[in-house]
């Protein structure tokens, strides 16, 4: 059984930045791909941005290419999702995913496809 905690959410101005981790224990961290979605009210929860168990792959959700960047540290149990310009729009409560059944890049964007979830952390971006 894997447990997900993030930390690092909070209010922020619009154009600032801010940072995720996502720290994971009761599992082999390098084994699982990791994902991160977020969830506005009133609406569905929606990928993110997705890293391989290797790393060496990511993906992201179009509007958030070239804004925000995933990355994990292996050594740290750690995800980290690092967050630029950000918008309004980009307000929502961010959860932090884990499977081990993933695709041929060894990833997935898929939220059925995620076994284990964080708490979830509330970021808010004022206009």
């Known amino acids: 059984q894997v447990q997900l905690v993030e930390s690092g959410g909070g209010l922020v101005q619009a154009g600032g930045s801010l940072s995720l981790s996502c720290t994971a224990s009761?599992?082999?961290?390098?084994?699982?791909?990791m994902g991160w979605f977020r969830q506005a009210p009133g609406k569905e929860r929606d990928f993110v941005a997705a890293i391989s168990w290797s790393g060496d792959n990511t993906y992201y959700e179009d509007s958030v290419k070239g804004r925000f960047t995933i990355s994990r540290d292996d050594a740290k149990n750690t995800m980290y999702l690092h967050m630029n310009s950000l918008k309004p729009e980009d307000t929502a409560i961010y959860y932090c995913?884990?499977?081990?059944?993933?695709?041929?890049?060894?990833?997935?964007?898929?939220?059925?496809?995620?076994?284990?979830w964080g708490q979830g952390i509330q970021v808010t971006v004022s206009s």
């Open positions: 995913a884990a499977t081990k059944s993933f695709g041929l890049l060894g990833l997935t964007v898929s939220t059925y496809d995620y076994d284990y």
């Open positions: 009761g599992g082999t961290f390098s084994r699982y791909a």
